[in-house]
């Protein structure tokens, strides 16, 4: 089987997504910068809350958004929320995480198979790397906080 890394027009699909969530849900924009490669052995991205959703089918990795308290708590205000629990901030971090994942199956095609989001909790967390590439970390920054999406993605050919 033959494993194909993400193209930069892909990797923009995942930028504009997150363009567009923040925008939907809270009427501003985040700045988002440019996305790089995360290498082995380099920095981990881990904040207080990480959403992952697991791909699978035409294309096999993940998509990761990790965030402060802080920004999730504000993104709760700004959608009307009141209340700011540990559950609630998990529940918005793996939300953002499947809707930016879904907006990517817009892009790769019903074949990209998206597991529902589950919260990752380090180290106490065991996660099977899908993908051989390199994962990629798109940082943004909203209101003064700073997030990450890693996405850690490839296409799946048959064999050759």
């Keep these: ?37 995360l290498e082995r052995g380099g920095p981990v991205i881990w904040n207080d809350f990480n959403g992952l959703i697991e791909i699978s089918g035409d294309y096999q990795g993940s998509v990761c958004f990790s965030a402060p308290r802080a920004l999730l708590s ?12 540990d559950e609630r901030h998990g529940d918005i971090v793996g939300e953002i995480a499947n809707t930016l994942s879904g907006r990517a199956r817009r892009h790769f095609g019903e074949g990209l198979g998206i597991s529902p989001p589950r919260l990752l909790d380090y180290p106490n967390t065991i996660f099977e790397v899908q993908a051989h590439s390199l994962p990629y970390a798109i940082p ?12 850690h993605l490839e296409a799946c050919g048959g064999d050759k």
């Design 1 to 37: 089987m033959t494993h194909t890394p993400l193209r930069p027009q892909d990797i923009e699909v995942f930028t504009e997504a997150i363009t567009h969530y923040f925008s939907a849900s809270t009427g501003e924009l985040a700045s988002v910068r440019s996305a790089y490669l």
């Design 140 to 151: 943004l920054r909203w209101h003064g906080y700073e997030a990450n999406l890693g996405v």
């Design 74 to 85: 504000h993104v709760l205000l700004k959608m009307g929320e009141s209340v700011f629990t």
